[in-house]
Protein backbone atom coordinates (compact mmCIF):
# COMPACT_ATOMS: atom_id res chain seq x y z
CA UNK A 1 0.00 0.00 0.00
CA UNK A 2 1.07 3.73 -0.78
CA UNK A 3 0.93 6.73 1.29
CA UNK A 4 -1.76 7.55 -0.77
CA UNK A 5 -3.87 5.87 1.84
CA UNK A 6 -3.15 5.15 5.18
CA UNK A 7 -3.98 1.82 7.03
CA UNK A 8 -3.75 1.23 10.32
CA UNK A 9 -4.81 -1.08 13.29
CA UNK A 10 -6.31 -0.19 16.80
CA UNK A 11 -6.91 -3.50 18.02
CA UNK A 12 -10.30 -4.78 16.48
CA UNK A 13 -10.57 -1.48 14.29
CA UNK A 14 -8.97 -0.92 10.83
CA UNK A 15 -8.75 2.60 10.18
CA UNK A 16 -8.26 3.77 6.81
CA UNK A 17 -7.24 7.51 6.24
CA UNK A 18 -7.16 9.58 2.18
CA UNK A 19 -4.13 10.95 2.73
CA UNK A 20 -3.93 13.21 -0.34
CA UNK A 21 -3.95 16.43 1.44
CA UNK A 22 -2.31 18.60 -1.09
CA UNK A 23 -5.53 18.35 -3.49
CA UNK A 24 -8.16 17.88 -1.07
CA UNK A 25 -8.10 14.26 -0.85
CA UNK A 26 -9.66 14.22 -4.68
CA UNK A 27 -10.17 10.29 -5.74
CA UNK A 28 -8.04 9.27 -8.67
CA UNK A 29 -8.05 5.48 -9.67
CA UNK A 30 -4.57 4.69 -7.57
CA UNK A 31 -6.86 6.18 -4.75
CA UNK A 32 -9.63 4.36 -5.75
CA UNK A 33 -8.17 1.18 -6.39
CA UNK A 34 -6.51 1.17 -3.06
CA UNK A 35 -9.16 1.72 -1.06
CA UNK A 36 -11.19 -0.91 -3.13
CA UNK A 37 -8.74 -3.71 -1.83
CA UNK A 38 -7.71 -2.19 2.14
CA UNK A 39 -12.09 -2.75 2.46
CA UNK A 40 -11.76 -6.14 0.66
CA UNK A 41 -9.17 -7.05 2.96
CA UNK A 42 -10.95 -5.62 6.27
CA UNK A 43 -13.83 -7.21 5.27
CA UNK A 44 -12.17 -10.33 4.87
CA UNK A 45 -9.92 -10.29 8.06
CA UNK A 46 -11.36 -12.21 10.41
CA UNK A 47 -9.57 -10.04 13.26
CA UNK A 48 -10.68 -6.60 12.04
CA UNK A 49 -14.56 -6.38 13.68
CA UNK A 50 -15.01 -2.85 12.71
CA UNK A 51 -14.14 0.03 10.02
CA UNK A 52 -13.35 3.37 10.18
CA UNK A 53 -12.81 5.76 7.71
CA UNK A 54 -11.71 9.48 7.20
CA UNK A 55 -9.36 11.83 5.19
CA UNK A 56 -5.84 13.53 5.73
CA UNK A 57 -5.52 17.48 6.24
CA UNK A 58 -8.53 19.74 6.45
CA UNK A 59 -11.27 17.80 4.06
CA UNK A 60 -12.83 14.22 4.02
CA UNK A 61 -12.51 14.47 -0.02
CA UNK A 62 -13.44 16.99 -2.95
CA UNK A 63 -14.93 14.03 -4.79
CA UNK A 64 -12.81 12.87 -8.33
CA UNK A 65 -9.92 13.83 -9.08
CA UNK A 66 -11.04 16.34 -12.00
CA UNK A 67 -7.71 15.42 -13.68
CA UNK A 68 -8.15 12.04 -13.38
CA UNK A 69 -11.35 12.15 -15.03
CA UNK A 70 -10.33 14.24 -18.26
CA UNK A 71 -7.53 11.87 -18.56
CA UNK A 72 -9.81 9.04 -18.53
CA UNK A 73 -11.53 10.68 -20.52
CA UNK A 74 -9.82 11.58 -23.40
CA UNK A 75 -6.46 9.70 -22.66
CA UNK A 76 -4.12 11.77 -21.89
CA UNK A 77 -3.25 11.37 -18.60
CA UNK A 78 0.52 10.47 -17.54
CA UNK A 79 3.31 10.15 -15.06
CA UNK A 80 2.59 9.20 -11.08
CA UNK A 81 -1.34 10.20 -11.57
CA UNK A 82 -2.16 7.79 -14.18
CA UNK A 83 -3.26 4.67 -12.48
CA UNK A 84 -1.17 1.47 -12.89
CA UNK A 85 -4.45 -0.45 -14.54
CA UNK A 86 -4.79 -1.24 -17.94
CA UNK A 87 -8.06 -2.85 -18.67
CA UNK A 88 -10.21 -0.66 -16.68
CA UNK A 89 -11.54 2.88 -16.59
CA UNK A 90 -12.12 5.21 -14.11
CA UNK A 91 -15.80 4.39 -14.18
CA UNK A 92 -15.23 0.60 -13.77
CA UNK A 93 -12.52 1.58 -10.60
CA UNK A 94 -15.40 3.42 -9.13
CA UNK A 95 -18.12 1.09 -9.07
CA UNK A 96 -15.90 -1.75 -7.47
CA UNK A 97 -14.94 0.77 -5.21
CA UNK A 98 -18.40 1.60 -4.40
CA UNK A 99 -19.39 -1.79 -4.42
CA UNK A 100 -16.68 -2.88 -1.83
CA UNK A 101 -18.18 -0.54 0.51
CA UNK A 102 -21.63 -0.59 0.17
CA UNK A 103 -21.52 -4.85 0.42
CA UNK A 104 -18.80 -4.58 3.11
CA UNK A 105 -20.63 -6.59 5.88
CA UNK A 106 -18.68 -5.23 9.04
CA UNK A 107 -19.58 -1.19 10.42
CA UNK A 108 -18.23 1.11 8.55
CA UNK A 109 -18.03 4.41 11.00
CA UNK A 110 -16.94 7.56 8.63
CA UNK A 111 -15.57 10.51 10.61
CA UNK A 112 -15.74 13.04 8.37
CA UNK A 113 -13.18 15.86 9.14
CA UNK A 114 -13.72 18.50 6.67
CA UNK A 115 -15.87 19.12 3.18
CA UNK A 116 -16.76 16.00 1.82
CA UNK A 117 -17.90 16.59 -1.91
CA UNK A 118 -19.16 14.47 -5.04
CA UNK A 119 -17.60 11.23 -4.74
CA UNK A 120 -16.47 12.09 -0.99
CA UNK A 121 -20.05 12.60 -0.28
CA UNK A 122 -21.17 9.51 -2.33
CA UNK A 123 -18.89 7.35 -0.14
CA UNK A 124 -20.35 8.50 3.09
CA UNK A 125 -24.12 7.38 1.33
CA UNK A 126 -22.71 3.65 2.26
CA UNK A 127 -21.29 4.23 5.45
CA UNK A 128 -23.36 3.09 8.38
CA UNK A 129 -22.51 5.78 10.93
CA UNK A 130 -20.74 9.07 10.72
CA UNK A 131 -19.17 11.37 12.76
CA UNK A 132 -18.94 14.63 11.65
CA UNK A 133 -16.52 17.85 13.05
CA UNK A 134 -18.07 21.34 13.54
CA UNK A 135 -15.81 22.32 10.28
CA UNK A 136 -17.48 19.50 8.13
CA UNK A 137 -19.25 20.01 4.74
CA UNK A 138 -21.78 18.32 2.67
CA UNK A 139 -22.35 18.57 -1.22
CA UNK A 140 -23.07 16.35 -3.97
CA UNK A 141 -21.60 19.05 -6.26
CA UNK A 142 -22.08 17.29 -9.60
CA UNK A 143 -24.31 19.40 -11.29
CA UNK A 144 -21.87 22.88 -11.16
CA UNK A 145 -19.22 20.86 -13.86
CA UNK A 146 -21.81 18.92 -15.96
CA UNK A 147 -21.30 15.44 -14.28
CA UNK A 148 -23.29 12.86 -13.50
CA UNK A 149 -23.43 11.01 -9.91
CA UNK A 150 -22.12 7.39 -10.72
CA UNK A 151 -21.62 6.27 -6.07
CA UNK A 152 -24.95 6.86 -5.07
CA UNK A 153 -25.67 10.39 -5.21
CA UNK A 154 -29.10 10.11 -7.18
CA UNK A 155 -29.65 6.26 -6.53
CA UNK A 156 -29.11 6.34 -2.91
CA UNK A 157 -29.13 10.17 -1.19
CA UNK A 158 -33.42 9.56 -1.68
CA UNK A 159 -33.01 6.82 0.88
CA UNK A 160 -30.96 8.54 3.85
CA UNK A 161 -32.72 12.29 3.77
CA UNK A 162 -36.07 11.70 1.44
CA UNK A 163 -36.49 11.95 -2.06
CA UNK A 164 -37.25 15.87 -2.08
CA UNK A 165 -34.40 16.92 0.11
CA UNK A 166 -32.13 14.82 -2.25
CA UNK A 167 -33.42 16.25 -5.59
CA UNK A 168 -32.06 19.49 -4.06
CA UNK A 169 -29.44 18.95 -3.00
CA UNK A 170 -28.41 16.67 -6.55
CA UNK A 171 -29.95 19.85 -8.73
CA UNK A 172 -28.73 22.77 -6.92
CA UNK A 173 -24.94 21.36 -5.77
CA UNK A 174 -25.03 23.05 -2.67
CA UNK A 175 -23.34 22.63 0.52
CA UNK A 176 -24.98 21.69 3.66
CA UNK A 177 -23.42 21.66 7.33
CA UNK A 178 -22.37 18.72 9.53
CA UNK A 179 -26.12 19.79 11.52
CA UNK A 180 -27.91 20.58 9.26
CA UNK A 181 -27.21 16.93 7.51
CA UNK A 182 -27.91 15.38 11.11
CA UNK A 183 -31.23 16.79 11.55
CA UNK A 184 -31.98 15.11 8.33
CA UNK A 185 -31.46 11.44 9.44
CA UNK A 186 -27.94 11.37 7.80
CA UNK A 187 -25.35 12.17 10.30
CA UNK A 188 -25.14 10.77 13.45
CA UNK A 189 -23.23 13.37 15.83
CA UNK A 190 -21.67 16.91 15.04
CA UNK A 191 -18.57 17.40 17.36
CA UNK A 192 -15.74 19.96 17.56
CA UNK A 193 -12.73 19.50 15.38
CA UNK A 194 -10.35 18.37 18.40
CA UNK A 195 -12.72 16.23 19.66
CA UNK A 196 -13.69 14.11 16.43
CA UNK A 197 -10.68 11.72 16.26
CA UNK A 198 -11.05 10.66 19.97
CA UNK A 199 -14.89 10.54 19.35
CA UNK A 200 -14.94 7.75 16.97
CA UNK A 201 -12.09 6.15 18.04
CA UNK A 202 -14.32 5.60 21.31
CA UNK A 203 -16.94 4.55 19.71
CA UNK A 204 -15.03 2.02 17.56
CA UNK A 205 -13.83 0.17 20.28
CA UNK A 206 -17.54 0.01 21.82
CA UNK A 207 -18.66 -1.68 18.71
CA UNK A 208 -15.30 -3.83 18.83
CA UNK A 209 -16.13 -4.98 21.66
CA UNK A 210 -19.48 -6.44 20.50
CA UNK A 211 -20.13 -9.65 18.99
CA UNK A 212 -18.89 -9.35 15.49
CA UNK A 213 -21.82 -11.88 14.11
CA UNK A 214 -24.01 -9.73 16.13
CA UNK A 215 -23.22 -6.43 14.26
CA UNK A 216 -22.66 -8.21 10.66
CA UNK A 217 -26.31 -9.78 11.82
CA UNK A 218 -28.20 -6.48 12.50
CA UNK A 219 -26.43 -4.56 9.37
CA UNK A 220 -27.66 -7.27 6.88
CA UNK A 221 -30.85 -6.92 8.30
CA UNK A 222 -31.34 -3.42 8.43
CA UNK A 223 -30.02 -2.89 4.94
CA UNK A 224 -32.34 -5.54 3.74
CA UNK A 225 -35.21 -3.93 5.41
CA UNK A 226 -35.14 -1.03 2.99
CA UNK A 227 -36.22 -3.18 -0.08
CA UNK A 228 -38.74 -5.42 1.77
CA UNK A 229 -41.97 -5.01 2.96
CA UNK A 230 -42.00 -4.97 7.12
CA UNK A 231 -43.52 -8.69 7.03
CA UNK A 232 -40.35 -9.90 4.47
CA UNK A 233 -38.05 -7.74 7.08
CA UNK A 234 -39.61 -8.88 9.87
CA UNK A 235 -38.95 -12.91 8.82
CA UNK A 236 -35.48 -12.01 7.28
CA UNK A 237 -34.71 -10.83 11.28
CA UNK A 238 -35.73 -13.71 13.06
CA UNK A 239 -34.20 -16.27 10.16
CA UNK A 240 -30.83 -14.77 10.91
CA UNK A 241 -31.75 -15.01 14.69
CA UNK A 242 -32.02 -18.66 14.12
CA UNK A 243 -28.97 -18.86 13.09
CA UNK A 244 -27.18 -17.20 15.58
CA UNK A 245 -28.81 -19.23 18.05
CA UNK A 246 -26.16 -22.10 17.14
CA UNK A 247 -23.00 -19.20 17.84
CA UNK A 248 -20.49 -19.52 20.63
CA UNK A 249 -21.28 -15.67 20.55
CA UNK A 250 -25.16 -16.16 21.56
CA UNK A 251 -23.98 -18.89 24.15
CA UNK A 252 -21.45 -16.21 25.68
CA UNK A 253 -23.55 -13.96 26.16
CA UNK A 254 -26.33 -15.37 28.09
CA UNK A 255 -23.41 -17.47 30.12
CA UNK A 256 -21.76 -14.00 31.26
CA UNK A 257 -25.66 -12.33 32.21
CA UNK A 258 -26.17 -15.11 34.27
CA UNK A 259 -22.48 -15.11 35.72
CA UNK A 260 -22.76 -11.38 35.97
CA UNK A 261 -19.11 -10.77 34.27
CA UNK A 262 -18.88 -8.92 30.51
CA UNK A 263 -18.85 -10.88 27.63
CA UNK A 264 -15.97 -11.94 26.16
CA UNK A 265 -16.64 -12.52 22.07
CA UNK A 266 -15.06 -14.72 20.14
CA UNK A 267 -17.12 -14.08 16.62
CA UNK A 268 -18.17 -17.69 16.05
Not at 188 to 215: F, G, I, N, T
Amino acid sequence: MSDILKSHRDGRVQWLCLNRPEVLNALNGALLTELRDAIADASADPDVWVIALTGAGRAFSAGGDLKFVLGERDGSASGPEKPAIDDMDGVAISVETFAALRECPKPVIAAVNGPAVAGGFELLLFCDVIFAAESASFADGHSKYGLLPGGGGAAALPRRVGLHRAKALLFSGDSQSGDTMRDWGMVYEVVPDDQLRPKVEEYCRKLADKSPLVLRGMKEVANASLDNHEAMALRHEMLVLRNHMNSYDFHEGLTSFTEKRQPVFEGR
